[in-house]
Each structure stands twice: as C-alpha cells, then as structure tokens.
C-alpha cells in the first residue's frame, strides 16, 4: 500500500470516459491512493448527470474520498497532484461537421486524421494551452495526463508553445491493439514488451515479445494479414462498434504495404483514403454511432443510479483507456520506470527524423516523466510519410499562431488524405463557415 493520498481533478467531467476513469481509480486505491476527486468542465448541466451518479458511487464504495464537480478553474485546480483531461472541444455536435463535410467533398471525414482532425486541432489548441495555464496557475506541481484529441497536433501545439510544463499527450489505440496481440498469442497484455515508432495514430510495431524475450512479431504478423486485428474473445471493449470491427479487418490491407511492421490501425485514412470514402455514410457518421452508442450507454447508466439512488442497479464499464491513465499516474507518482508508449519530443529517438517532431515510441516512466528509447532509423517508405504527416501538423499550429489561412490551406493540401489544393479550399472554405465560433478568425 502506497502512503501518500494524491487529488485528482478530471477535465471534461462530463465526458463519456469519465465515471469509467472514477471506477478504475477506486479499484487501484492500493496502487494510487486518493484522498480528493474533482470534475470539471465548460458544459455544468452535462458534467451534473456523470458527477451525481459518481457522487453516489464514492459514497457507497469510498465515502473517505472528497468529492466535489465544478465549472469553476480555481476550484478545479487548486491542490491538485494530477489534471486527467479529456476535453472535447466543440463537442458532437462539431464533431459531426469534421466528419460530413469533408466528406461532402469526398474526403476522408475523420475524427483526428485529415481535415477533420485538422479542424478539431485548430479548435483543441486553445483550450489545452488553457487548461495547462490554470493548472501552472493554482497548482504548479501538478502534471496534467491529457487525452484530448487531436493529440498529435495537441502534443505539437505544446511542445511550442507551453515547452516546459508537465503535460503528457497519450494515446489509447496502442493499448488497445496490444490488447488484441496478446489475446492472438495467449499472453497477459501486462506480459508484452513492444518496439514501435510513429507518431499518434500513425504509427508501426517492429517488435513484440513477452518478458523473457521471445518474439511473437511473426506469429501476430500471420494472423493479422487473415483476419486484421479482429480477435474472437473482445479484450478492448472500448472498440468493438461496427465500425470498429470494419477497422480492426482492414489492418490486413495495411500490413500487406509493409509485411514486417504491425500497423497502427489510424493508417486506413492515410493508406485507402479512397476506399474509406466509399465506405463511409455521409449522412451517418461514427459521430453519430457514438451518440447512439457510447454516450447514450452511459448517460443512462448515470440516471438509473441517480433516479435510483444507489450505485447498486447499473455499473460504469472499465476499459483500456481507464487503465493506461492510471497506470502512468502510479509511474510519475512512484517512479516506476514502468515501460509505456508515450509521445515526446523525438530529439533522435527515431534516428532519421527530424528532432523536432512529436513522435509515438516506448518510454520508460518515472517521476521526472518519460525518458525515450531510441527506435534506431526507420525505413523510407515510413520516413517519407511521418515527415509529410509532420510538417502537416507543424503547419496547423503555425495557422493558429499566426491565424494564418495560407497555412492552414497548405497543411490540407499536404494532408495524404486530401488529392488536391483545389479541393484542400474548398473543404477549409467550408470548415472556416462552420468554425467561426472556435478558430481564430484567420487572414
Ligand atoms: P465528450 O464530449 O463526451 O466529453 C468531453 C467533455 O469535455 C464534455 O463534457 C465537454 O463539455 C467538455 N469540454 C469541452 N471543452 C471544454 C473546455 N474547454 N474546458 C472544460 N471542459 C470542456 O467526449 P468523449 O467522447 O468522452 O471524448 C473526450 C476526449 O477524449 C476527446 O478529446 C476524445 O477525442 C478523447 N479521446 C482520446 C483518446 C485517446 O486515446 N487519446 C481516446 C478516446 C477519446
Ligand atoms: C471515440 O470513441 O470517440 C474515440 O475513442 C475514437 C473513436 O472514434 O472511437
């Protein structure tokens, strides 16, 4: 049992992910003890229902535990030890434009990859640099474990403009598809030791072995080019909608590109953007599938224990994303040096790449934050499309600097996803018109 009682707040209070973080919070209180819960978000009536029901939650399981949900910053952030975030910003109902309408172009409409991914960085940029500023201000010790998309042009956004501070940008696919790996060979997720490089949602496994080296990378290789990722036991439930499955599946098509490397499974926009076009409702999105799924799932959930008054006649479903979070809390609180993926600054972990990018590769975690292993050169083929990938992203955060439209028509027209500068202007045109409220007005 550690001794010391650490306080949480959760950014995004009112997010789907949150009463699963709270459960996995209270099954580690060995791991991670905890002595105060906050939540807080922008939207108070939305935060209300996930913060009543896990009200009634701590005061059945762990009524030791303070808890209190506010939209109020300096409530939030003072004395805290870690900020979990996981913000949406815009919502949904943005959400759903970042899909639809590149896709009425017929673009890939994406929630982090291509222009959709482009327009949620250009509205998440501000709000996390606002986060981190409230957290430096009433709580300068405090690191924010931050899970807000777009990370990768999120972690891009910081690295330049908030350089020093104690945020971690993290990602849950990998964990995810590891989970899926270890479910192929018969191995405990717990058990695996990976190699991998990229960036966020864009990235490849060069290795996989359990803890007293063996190699499984060829063994996984096999059974990805037949079935794709898809396992017959579900250990990641965080992805099992239909679309998932249809994603899950397609791995199989972007391990035959690169037969020796596992690919991450955010590489179908990139590598059949063409193909994911044609298989895409324009009309019904995974914005949509998620509303319908997710977010009705577990907003009911909170107002059966609310209506109910008890914990006992609904449970908050656990997943990867709950675990990882928690996981790494216990690295930086305890010093670990648990070995995790992370996204850090590259300064030469990938050898071939510039040291100004934000990649994806394995870290060791402990109380100073993560400490990168080198990846050693990657192929051209991977080189080539991480630093198109980059600059893409680099130009995103130069547009909103500098609100500068040319910038931002010049990283959807790199963007692979997009086929020409023609049609790059005519989906910024229609994501400006739809942005107003959230992008710097751009010149
Ligand atoms: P959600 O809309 O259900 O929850 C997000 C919450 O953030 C909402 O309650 C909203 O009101 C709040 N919010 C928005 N802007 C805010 C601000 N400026 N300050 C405070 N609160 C604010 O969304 P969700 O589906 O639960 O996803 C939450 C986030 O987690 C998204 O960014 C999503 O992309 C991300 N996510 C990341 C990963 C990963 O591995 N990196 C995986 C899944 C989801
Ligand atoms: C979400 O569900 O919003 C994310 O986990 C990504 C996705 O589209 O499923």
Redesign the pocket.
Known sequence: MNEKQHAIVI???????TAGIVMMLLENRDRLPLRKLKL????AA??EVIAKAIAIELQEKAPEVEFEYTTDPQVAFTDVDFCFA????G??KMRELDEKIPLKHHVVGQ??CGPGGIAYGMR?IG?II??IDYMEQYSPECWMLN???P?SIVAEACRQLRPDSKILN????PVGTQRRMSQIIGLSPKDLEVRYFGMNHFGWWTSVKDKAGHEYLPQIRDYVAEHGYLTQIEVDIQHMDASWQATHKKAQDLLAVDPHRLPNTYLKYYLYPDYVVEHSDPNYTRANE?EDG??KRVFSAARKIIDAKTSKVGEFAIDS?ASFIVDLACAIAYNTHERMLMIVENNGAIANIDPDIMVEVPCIVGNNGPEPLTQGKIPLFQRGMIMEQAMVEKLVVQAWVNHSYQSLWQALTLSKTVPSAEVAKAVLDDLIAANQEYWPELK
């Open positions: 950014a995004g209070g009112g997010s789907t992910y807080y978000d922008n939207d939305r935060q996981h913000i949406r910003s919502g949904y929630e982090t998440s709000d606002e986060l899970y807000s998309n990370a993290i990602c849950d696919m998620v997710r977010e994303h």
